[in-house]
């Protein structure tokens, strides 16, 4: 494939569907409106995150509130629950919100629970959130014991459902367990290579191999401590390099975005801590300087012409930018 130019490494994101596999502030309402600018026709709301907030209770009033607040601007957003929900979206210039968990706890000991979530409308959940629980081992425990038998049949049920099975923050022997467990395609929504940034929110190379031997992908984070060591302020460039890492490892089909914009008081930041969820070697304190060129969601066209100067195709910036996520969804989702 040529390499594009500026301007038409543009026009192809202009017209393609952009998908931004993590969106935690997406909620707020003013920053949602930052997505919509920026041209993104998918973003992944996070319900559930965080110990404190992953209560069954909790997540209804979250998604609850989202479908609210969908109903307020049906000219600007649109749930969506299905890939012909997400093409629609593109023709109507719309912002699609997909429900996403960043943490399995939800699912409680219930499997059950898995069939009334897929029915409102969740179609990603990822199984841990950096510390472990019923399902497995979170990246930042100090074992790596891998999926519970629990896991295993909750990454089996949620095949059957169609819901993308996210190992975002999940301990590495898990994230294996996982993928090997899958019929489906799996996911790392937001993750970088730990051989650029060796960071544990990061994957190793053999992670990243099992990903490709599954046919999945893993979306490019913005957050400064995975992108760059001992640099709060990133770049464009610097994110870049964990692209072209990934792409000579495994191929570019399996890299999208899952740029995790986020910001959060000094409180919020210190209840994280005390939960054992973040550990300040790892979760620097805020602010949080996201890579310069693309500081927050409205300047994520610039992703494309960065990426034509580095040599990709227009139908490589395609696949980076959502292609590749849409891929996945399709063998997912339409079960």
Known sequence: MPQATAESASAQYRKSIVIDATAPILVNDEDWPKWHKGGVTCAFATVTATRGGASMPNVITSMAGWLAKIR???????????????????????????????????????LNLLELYH?????????????????GDGCLERTNSGLSDLGIA?????????????LSHTGEQTTLDAMEASAKPCVFTHANAKAICDHP???NDKQLKKLADVGGV?????FPPFVKANTPAP??????????????????DHIGLGIDYFHAPEADYQ????????????????????????????????IAPAMAKRGYSDSDIE????????????????V
């Open 72 to 110: 307020k601007h049906p000219d600007r957003l649109q749930l969506v629950t299905s890939v012909a929900d997400l093409e629609r979206a593109k023709r109507e210039g719309k912002l699609g919100v997909v429900f996403h968990f960043q943490n399995g706890t939800p699912i409680e000991y219930d």
């Open 119 to 135: 029915r409102v409308g969740v179609r990603a959940i990822q199984l841990t959130y950096n510390v472990k629980n019923q399902i």
């Open 154 to 166: 909750a990454v089996k049920e949620m095949n059957r459902l169609g819901i993308l099975v996210d």
């Open 201 to 203: 929110r990061n994957i």
């Open 218 to 222: 893993t979306g490019l984070n913005g």
């Open 235 to 252: 770049t464009l460039e610097d994110l870049l390099d964990h692209c072209d890492y990934i792409a000579r490892k495994i191929g570019i």
């Open 271 to 302: 209840k994280r801590l005390v939960s054992g969820e973040w550990k300040t070697g790892d979760y620097p304190p805020p602010p949080w300087n996201y890579p310069r060129g693309i500081d927050d969601a409205s300047l994520l066209p610039a």
């Open 319 to 334: 696949k980076v930018v959502g292609g590749n996520y849409l891929r996945v969804m399709r063998a997912v989702w339409q």
